[in-house]
């Protein structure tokens, strides 16, 4: 599926099984997202935003998905915070973050994590939670950098070749559809990141421009202070190109593998017995057989995953879409208590 604006892709995705109580309201304050917290220097000037609450080990992170920042983590910060330290950050480009100096790929993302735990003074292990394209970024780093994770949390994570496999029960045609729209959709992409450097997008002053800002998928109805902050951010250069560099890196084109499956193919990818929870959305209820078979296809690549740690599992999380942690925000906040839990288990039999 082709999403044509940057505000498309975080607000497009559709909404087994836990059941989880109602959903939780406390947030955090609106003023954390929308004004820098602290700003890292991670290579030369370049910084990275992080915001953390709370105290305790494991210090716990939270990387958000495709075109996300950290605000989209509002609603489990202050519950995690309540029995460890927890940190969202955005990466290059989003939130306020400074541009990226290199492609955004699962590779440079892994990398800029490393070194801002190692220039902010973030004790590791730590657990890793990533959502969406997030968690394939978290996968890497697992692979990359080994002895910095203590365990970690993906909340309906991207996979490896994710684009090949669940387009795999598609026609021959269907796929070429696929591809058509992806290049077209990828111009377009491209389009509202010229419109930005133009500063035709704040506000948006033709109907291309107002494409690029369509907000009309919000989940969540952010209201007020950050709804025109996320428009203020989705306007700017620096967002667009970041946008347009992770989705050229994660789109997979004419039956080749898309560069982050090329790069997690070239590690390997083992948690050992490090506790990993894979957390995957409700299937929908109605949807073409190609849909469904994309679905199942969705599932066992997540089962998989789980199978890379010795304790892992995949839980499917009953009434959510895509974004389980504004849809079912305690079936993440139990995930990770689960994951801290045994990390601090682990240390304790260790003696550490």
Same mark, same amino acid.
């Given at each position: ?16 099984? $836990?059941?989880?109580?109602? #959903? ?14 602290? $700003?890292?220097?991670?290579? !030369? ?20 998905? +495709?075109?996300? !920042? ?7 910060? #202050? ?8 940190? &969202?950050? =955005? ?8 541009? *990226? ?11 800029? %994590? ?8 973030? #004790?590791? @292990? ?13 996968? %890497?780093? &697992? ?6 994770? /203590?365990?970690?949390? $993906? ?12 387009? &795999? @029960?598609?026609?021959? *045609? ?10 077209? !959709?990828? *111009?377009?992409?491209?389009?509202? %990141?010229?419109?930005?450097? &133009?500063?035709?997008?704040?506000? @948006? ?52 593998? =898309?560069?982050?499956?090329?790069? +997690? =193919? ?22 073409? @057989? ?5 679905? /199942? ?7 998989? $995953? ?27 906040? =139990? ?18």
């Amino acid at each position: 599926m082709v999403l044509k604006s940057l505000s498309a892709i975080i607000f497009g995705w559709c909404s087994c099984s $836990l059941a989880y109580a109602a #959903p939780i309201i406390n947030v955090v304050p609106d003023s954390a997202f929308t004004s820098p917290q602290t $700003l890292v220097p991670i290579d !030369g000037a370049r910084r990275l935003n992080i915001f953390c609450i709370g105290a305790g080990k494991p210090t716990v992170i939270l990387d958000s998905g +495709l075109g996300g !920042g950290m605000m989209f983590w509002r609603h489990v910060m #202050p519950q995690i915070s309540a029995f460890t330290r927890v940190c &969202a950050y =955005d990466r290059a480009g989003y939130g306020f973050s400074d541009p *990226a100096t290199r492609a955004s790929d699962a590779t440079n993302a892994a990398d800029d %994590l490393h070194r801002l735990l190692r220039a902010a003074g973030i #004790p590791t @292990p730590f657990v890793f939670v990533g959502h969406s394209s997030g968690g394939l970024y978290g996968v %890497l780093f &697992a692979a990359t950098y080994t002895h910095e994770l /203590a365990g970690a949390v $993906l909340v309906d994570p991207s996979f490896a070749h994710q684009e090949e496999l669940t387009s &795999a @029960p598609l026609t021959a *045609a269907q796929r070429a559809a696929n591809d058509a729209d992806e290049v077209k !959709g990828i *111009a377009e992409l491209e389009n509202c %990141l010229l419109l930005s450097r &133009a500063g035709q997008l704040d506000p @948006p002053k033709t109907k291309a421009a107002s494409a690029c800002m369509d907000t009309s998928g919000n989940p969540e109805k952010f209201g007020g202070a950050l709804t025109r902050e996320l428009f203020r951010q989705w306007s700017l250069p620096p967002t667009n190109a970041a946008y347009v560099s992770e989705y050229l890196s994660v789109t997979s084109l004419h039956g080749q593998p =898309d560069p982050d499956s090329v790069e +997690l =193919d070239r590690v390997h990818v083992d948690f050992g017995n490090k506790p990993l929870i894979i957390l995957t959305r409700s299937p929908p209820a109605a949807g073409s @057989p190609q849909d469904k078979a994309a679905e /199942a296809i969705w599932d066992a690549q997540h089962d998989a $995953l789980a199978k890379c740690s010795s304790r892992g599992t995949n839980r499917i999380v009953s009434g959510a879409g895509h974004y389980i942690q504004i849809d079912q925000p305690a079936a993440v906040i =139990d995930a990770v208590r689960s994951v801290v839990t045994e990390v601090r288990a682990n240390s304790t039999k260790r003696g550490d």
